[in-house]
């Protein structure tokens, strides 16, 4: 949109008509996020009811559900389209550059707070992912998000984040797990030596290893994938546990759509319970639908974290949970793992989340094994 030089920006009718546009489109964005933040509050209310209420529960509500999660694809898709058509009026409210300096009035001062927030937001995204392979391309687009801030607007974001929560559906009790002498050999090559170590309660472990396959293979053991060749694992009687492989095709070698493929693992054999849970990872609407043979890398990953979700387990197990997410993915997948009352082990090459999750670091040598209850960036020596 061109704008006259020989007026300030704000004198301009093109300005002031684009702008009254904006203002309108981001009160209808505001509606629609507060309605999504009501439905969300109301399924959570309908997911805590005892097991009696929901024996109890008639059809008229079970539709009204499934309509909540009808309407939240929806509002997800209007809040998409009213995001992409701010970002079309911001682009063209670009005036600057046709102006000197010295024309139209003095910019106003910048909602301060706001402006903050956003750019500390780019700047923590650019930190953590620029030194990733994988994630660059997206650091470096945010860079340049971060370098176009203008300081009397602020553009509305369409990053869409997932909602991690594991909720244990049981405290575990003061025996959690010992394991105990494993050792295991592939291949003629000995990736476990005599590994041992006991979790305590409230113990998150992040694991190091100077051979990859190790944290695999001691994690496969652990979760009862795996035969050790030597040694034993002594569970608590209060521990359900649930794991996360590094390689989860082989859960989806199955010809099931996303519902019927996480109904599986479902309690709860309703289709709005399962959905709802599938919801809060973006597979909305038609999506839920969607065969699981097609399924990207990132959508399988989504998949298996509703998995976890749906368990209820109080012992998480998680090879490399981060593999093949988006930014924004990793961000909620950081806070639901912080945020779990559960014990974990894990293992991740991404540092932040290792070192905002872990209270405890396990580091398995060729000829022993390294246990320290530090953060991440103590046992490192960087802090």
């Given at each position: 949109m061109g704008f006259n030089t020989e007026m300030g920006a704000g004198d301009s009718p093109e300005y002031k008509s684009s702008k009254e546009k904006a203002e309108k489109l981001q009160q209808k964005l505001k509606e629609l996020k507060e309605e999504k933040e009501g439905i969300n509050a109301q399924i959570s209310n309908k997911e805590n009811k005892n097991e009696e209420g929901k024996k109890e529960e008639d059809k008229e509500e079970e539709l009204k559900a499934e309509k909540m999660q009808q309407r939240i694809g929806e509002i997800d898709k209007q809040i998409n389209e009213i995001?992409?058509?701010?970002?079309?009026?911001?682009?063209?409210?670009?005036?600057?550059?046709?102006?000197?300096?010295?024309?139209?009035?003095?910019?106003?001062?910048?909602?301060?707070?706001?402006?903050?927030?956003?750019?500390?937001?780019?700047?923590?995204?650019?930190?953590?992912?620029?030194?990733?392979?994988s994630k660059s391309k997206q650091a470096t687009s945010r860079k340049?998000?971060?370098?176009?801030?203008?300081?009397?607007?602020?553009?509305?974001?369409?990053?869409?984040?997932?909602y991690i929560d594991f909720k244990p559906d049981r405290e575990p009790g003061k025996e959690i797990l010992q394991v105990k002498n494993i050792s295991k050999t592939i291949n003629g090559e000995k990736i476990l030596n005599s590994v041992s170590f006991t979790v305590k309660n409230g113990d998150k472990i992040a694991f190091l290893a100077d051979n990859e396959n190790a944290k695999t293979v001691l994690f496969q053991i652990i979760?009862?994938?795996?035969?050790?060749?030597?040694?034993?694992?002594?569970w608590g009687t209060t521990i359900t546990q649930s794991y996360f492989p590094k390689d989860n095709n082989y859960l989806f070698d199955v010809d099931l759509n996303i519902?019927?493929?996480?109904?599986?693992?479902?309690?709860?054999?309703?289709?709005?319970?399962?959905?709802?849970?599938?919801?809060?990872?973006?597979?909305?609407?038609?999506?839920?639908?969607?065969?699981?043979?097609?399924?990207?890398?990132?959508?399988?990953?989504?998949?298996?974290?509703?998995?976890?979700?749906?368990?209820?387990?109080?012992?998480?197990?998680?090879?490399?949970?981060?593999?093949?997410?988006?930014?924004?993915?990793?961000?909620?997948?950081?806070?639901?793992?912080?945020?779990?009352?559960?014990?974990?082990?894990?293992?991740?090459?991404?540092?932040?989340?290792?070192?905002?999750?872990?209270?405890?670091?396990?580091?398995?040598?060729q000829d022993k094994t390294i246990d320290r209850e530090v953060t991440y960036n103590e046992y490192l020596g960087i802090e």
């Open positions: 995001d992409e058509q701010l970002n079309t009026i911001y682009s063209g409210m670009d005036f600057n550059s046709e102006m000197d300096a010295g024309d139209g009035p003095e910019t106003p001062p910048p909602e301060s707070e706001e402006l903050q927030a956003k750019i500390k937001e780019l700047q923590e995204f650019i930190a953590r992912f620029s030194a990733n392979a340049k998000s971060l370098e176009k801030i203008e300081l009397d607007e602020i553009k509305p974001s369409n990053r869409r984040y997932p979760a009862g994938e795996l035969e050790p060749d030597e040694g034993s694992l002594i519902t019927d493929w996480l109904r599986q693992y479902s309690k709860d054999p309703d289709e709005t319970y399962v959905r709802s849970f599938l919801g809060r990872m973006l597979f909305s609407g038609e999506e839920a639908l969607k065969k699981v043979a097609v399924l990207s890398g990132g959508e399988k990953v989504r998949c298996v974290l509703s998995k976890i979700m749906l368990s209820g387990a109080n012992f998480l197990i998680m090879d490399e949970p981060t593999n093949h997410l988006d930014m924004e993915s990793i961000t909620a997948l950081n806070e639901g793992m912080t945020r779990f009352k559960g014990n974990m082990l894990f293992t991740s090459h991404d540092h932040q989340l290792m070192q905002t999750v872990a209270n405890r670091i396990i580091d398995i040598k």
